[in-house]
């Protein structure tokens, strides 16, 4: 089991790799252990896993093939890498699926007639660019934007527009979606929204609590299933106990 220290979760689990690397005489060319293999071994799940493969890779100790496994590119060299400050995707979508779900719900009791015509209109801007194949998210960021707005407070739209700082900013966020070329997913994030926008729209909190939870855990599961190198097949479990609906539900 990886201990929390100073460095993030994912750090602490891809430096056991590289340890791992060392200690059992690994090559440049040898075939690493399965996600689901290091998942159970460490006692932590895949999604982190992934997070520490991707800083691996990042990083040039591991070359990531697609249907084939993770190889070793170069040998760690016994030097402590400083924590690289990134967020790992995944570690991301978990605050923004905590801290989004109960701004959808606060935003139901205040939404008002404008910010519903507004958010119909981010949605047209999602869907034109996903008819056009653009790999332009505008619309998305614009549609959880104004949900935050519909708030009235300022602390938690800053608070959202953060988070998506963070992800356009991520090296990590970037090397995982280039692992994706099925953009198909896109059109059932557009229907993700459209059911969050009727929660709002029938100032509903606990409908659009769990819209948005089951939005961004239908994100997770995407880019776990998509970007997966091994076998697609495997149980992602970060988020099995669904959402917190008792925490000011």
């Not at 709002?200 to 776990?224: G, I, K």
């Amino acid at each position: 089991m990886i201990e929390a220290g100073g460095k993030r979760r994912y750090e602490e689990v891809a430096e056991a790799l590289k340890r791992d690397m060392v200690e059992h005489g690994y090559r440049v060319g040898d075939r690493l252990k399965t996600e689901r293999q290091i998942s159970e071994e460490m006692g932590v799940s895949r999604s982190l896993v992934r997070e520490a493969v991707i800083m691996l890779e990042i990083e040039g100790y591991v070359d990531v093939r697609k249907g084939s496994g993770i190889y070793v590119s170069r040998l760690p060299s016994g030097e402590t890498a400083a924590p690289r400050g990134d967020i790992g995707p995944f570690e991301l979508l978990q605050a923004r699926q905590l801290l989004e779900s109960s701004i959808a719900a606060f935003a139901a009791t205040m939404v008002t007639k404008s910010d519903i015509l507004r958010m119909r209109e981010a949605l047209e801007m999602e869907r034109k660019a996903i008819e056009e194949g653009s790999d332009d998210y505008s619309g998305d960021e614009l549609f959880h934007h104004l949900i935050a707005e519909a708030t009235q407070n300022s602390v938690l739209v800053d608070m959202t527009d953060e988070l998506w700082r963070k992800r356009e900013e991520s090296p990590m966020w970037a090397r995982l979606h280039s692992r994706i070329f099925d953009a198909g997913y896109r059109g059932k994030w557009l229907d993700d929204h459209k059911v969050i926008l009727n929660a709002l729209q029938c100032r509903d909190p606990r409908a659009a609590r769990q819209a948005m939870w089951q939005h961004l855990e239908n994100v997770r599961q995407t880019l776990l299933e998509l970007s997966d190198v091994d076998d697609p097949a495997f149980d992602g479990y970060l988020f099995d106990s669904g959402p917190v609906a008792a925490v000011g539900s």
